[in-house]
């Protein structure tokens, strides 16, 4: 066997375990959107019932402004999470790459015709 040969069960060993860790990252993540969807269902629902209620006391007040701030926390948390800049990484560098190979490609066409 070659070097070659004997780096590519490594090399698929390697990119399984990323797989594999990716896709264990994106089921907790789901699992947290689920709870913190229904977190903020309860949340809304609670703010509800304390506008309906008729007697706006101090402490429902207080209760209802409590309520609204941790709701907009956990839409921010949702809406945050929901990208990283992690999983930008790889289709920015291939940006990179074959942006700047067709500026090379263009300059060279320009020189080329000019």
Do not use: C, H
Request: glycine letters at 4%; zero cysteines.
């Amino acid at each position: 066997m070659t070097n070659l040969e004997e780096n590519q069960p490594s090399e698929f060993e390697q990119e399984l375990e990323e797989l594999e860790t990716s896709l264990r990252f994106l089921k907790e993540r789901y699992a947290q959107v689920q709870k913190d969807q229904q977190q903020k269902a309860q949340w809304q629902q609670e703010i509800k019932n304390l506008k309906q209620n008729k007697n706006k006391t101090p402490e429902i007040k207080a209760e209802l402004n409590r309520i609204e701030k941790e709701l907009e926390v956990l839409e921010i948390n949702l809406e945050s999470q929901l990208f990283s800049w992690k999983s930008l990484n790889r289709p920015f560098w291939q940006a990179v790459r074959f942006g700047g190979l067709g500026v090379i490609i263009g300059w060279m066409l320009k020189s080329s015709v000019g």
